[in-house]
C-alpha cells in the first residue's frame, strides 16, 4: 500500500505598513510569490506590521483594499478585505481576502502583481502598505490554470447557410463530435439562442470520418421553435464524427432570407 501525504496550509503573508511614519531598514523581507489556483476558492491571510516587525491594530480604524493586475496593469480583481481581529485582542492586524472561483474563471495561467491599502475609516486616507522593507509596494503572484482544469469551452456557430435558392432549409457547418473523448454514453448540449426564429431546429450526426457532399447524415434531436422563443437547449447522446445544425423555417415566405433567425448556437460535447 502506498502513502502519500498532502499538506493543508494556510497562505499567509506579512506586510511592512508606515502608519507612524517610522524608518524602515532597507533589507528586503517578506516578497514571498503567492500561488493561486483557477477552480477553487483562494482564500490568502495578510498580517500587517511595522518597522519593528510588531503586529499593527487595524480594528476599527482601517479597511484593508486589494487590487491585483495582470501584466499591463489592467485590474483584474478589486475588493475590500474581511478583518479578522478581534477586541480579545486576537489577531491583531490580520485581515482576509478571498479569490473566488468566478473572480478567476476567464484568466489563463499568468504572473500578476497586486497591492493593498489601508483605507482610513474616518478620513477616507489610504495608506499604502508594503511587500518588503525596500519600500516596494507590489507583491507578487502566480496563477495556475491547469491544477483544477474545467471543462472545454463549448463551440460557436453563428451564421447558417440556405441550402438551395429558394430553400425553407439552412444549414450550418460541419462540427466535430469529439469522438476520441467520449464513451458510448457520450453527452452532447446544443443552446440556441434565437431572434425570430420559426419552424425546426435540427441536430444532424454522421460517423463519416470525413465530410463531404456525399455524406449521410442522420437526425438525432429535434427542437420547435417560434417567434417568440429566444433560448431553446437539447441534450442527446452518441457517439459521433461531426455534428450540423438543420433549421427548417415554417415561415410564410421561405425564399427570403432567414439566416439571422438563430444569432447564434453553442455546442458542447
Same mark, same amino acid.
Given at each position: 500500500?502506498?502513502?502519500?501525504?498532502?499538506?493543508?496550509?494556510?497562505?499567509?503573508?506579512?506586510?511592512?505598513?508606515?502608519?507612524?511614519?517610522?524608518?524602515?531598514?532597507?533589507?528586503?523581507?517578506?516578497?514571498?510569490?503567492?500561488?493561486?489556483?483557477?477552480?477553487?476558492?483562494?482564500?490568502?491571510?495578510?498580517?500587517?506590521?511595522?518597522?519593528?516587525?510588531?503586529?499593527?491594530?487595524?480594528?476599527?480604524?482601517?479597511?484593508?483594499?486589494?487590487?491585483?493586475?495582470?501584466?499591463?496593469?489592467? /485590474?483584474?480583481?478589486?475588493?475590500?478585505?474581511?478583518? %479578522?481581529?478581534? &477586541?480579545?485582542? +486576537?489577531? =491583531?492586524?490580520?485581515? #482576509?481576502?478571498?479569490?473566488?472561483?468566478?473572480?478567476?474563471?476567464?484568466?489563463?495561467?499568468?504572473?500578476?502583481?497586486?497591492?493593498?491599502?489601508?483605507?482610513?475609516?474616518?478620513?477616507?486616507?489610504?495608506?499604502?502598505?508594503?511587500?518588503?522593507?525596500?519600500?516596494?509596494?507590489?507583491?507578487?503572484?502566480?496563477?495556475?490554470?491547469?491544477?483544477?482544469?474545467?471543462?472545454?469551452?463549448?463551440?460557436?456557430?453563428?451564421?447558417?447557410?440556405?441550402?438551395?435558392?429558394?430553400?425553407?432549409?439552412?444549414?450550418?457547418?460541419?462540427?466535430?463530435?469529439?469522438?476520441?473523448?467520449?464513451?458510448?454514453?457520450?453527452?452532447?448540449?446544443?443552446?440556441?439562442? /434565437?431572434?425570430?426564429?420559426?419552424?425546426?431546429?435540427? %441536430?444532424?450526426? &454522421?460517423?463519416? +470520418?470525413? =465530410?463531404?457532399?456525399? #455524406?449521410?447524415?442522420?437526425?438525432?434531436?429535434?427542437?420547435?421553435?417560434?417567434?417568440?422563443?429566444?433560448?431553446?437547449?437539447?441534450?442527446?447522446?452518441?457517439?459521433?464524427?461531426?455534428?450540423?445544425?438543420?433549421?427548417?423555417?415554417?415561415?410564410?415566405?421561405?425564399?427570403?432570407?432567414?439566416?439571422?433567425?438563430?444569432?447564434?448556437?453553442?455546442?458542447?460535447?
Amino acid at each position: 500500500m502506498q502513502l502519500v501525504q498532502r499538506y493543508l496550509l494556510n497562505s499567509s503573508v506579512l506586510l511592512t505598513a508606515d502608519v507612524a511614519g517610522n524608518v524602515t531598514e532597507y533589507r528586503a523581507l517578506y516578497s514571498r510569490r503567492l500561488n493561486i489556483y483557477r477552480g477553487i476558492d483562494n482564500k490568502i491571510s495578510f498580517q500587517v506590521i511595522n518597522a519593528d516587525q510588531k503586529p499593527v491594530s487595524i480594528l476599527n480604524t482601517y479597511t484593508p483594499a486589494f487590487k491585483m493586475f495582470d501584466e499591463k496593469t489592467r /485590474l483584474v480583481v478589486e475588493k475590500d478585505a474581511t478583518i %479578522i481581529e478581534t &477586541t480579545t485582542p +486576537s489577531n =491583531v492586524g490580520m485581515f #482576509t481576502v478571498t479569490l473566488t472561483e468566478n473572480e478567476l474563471l476567464n484568466l489563463q495561467s499568468q504572473f500578476l502583481n497586486y497591492t493593498i491599502e489601508l483605507v482610513n475609516n474616518s478620513s477616507n486616507e489610504r495608506t499604502l502598505t508594503y511587500s518588503n522593507s525596500h519600500f516596494e509596494s507590489k507583491g507578487s503572484v502566480y496563477l495556475d490554470a491547469s491544477e483544477i482544469p474545467g471543462p472545454l469551452k463549448s463551440y460557436s456557430v453563428t451564421s447558417l447557410s440556405q441550402e438551395d435558392t429558394d430553400s425553407a432549409v439552412f444549414l450550418s457547418e460541419a462540427i466535430t463530435a469529439e469522438p476520441a473523448i467520449n464513451g458510448n454514453e457520450a453527452l452532447h448540449t446544443a443552446a440556441f439562442y /434565437l431572434d425570430d426564429a420559426d419552424g425546426d431546429i435540427t %441536430i444532424q450526426a &454522421t460517423l463519416d +470520418s470525413q =465530410v463531404s457532399s456525399s #455524406t449521410n447524415w442522420s437526425d438525432v434531436a429535434t427542437v420547435s421553435v417560434d417567434s417568440v422563443d429566444t433560448l431553446k437547449y437539447v441534450n442527446f447522446n452518441g457517439v459521433f464524427s461531426y455534428l450540423r445544425i438543420k433549421h427548417t423555417t415554417d415561415k410564410a415566405d421561405p425564399t427570403a432570407n432567414y439566416t439571422d433567425d438563430i444569432t447564434k448556437i453553442l455546442i458542447r460535447n
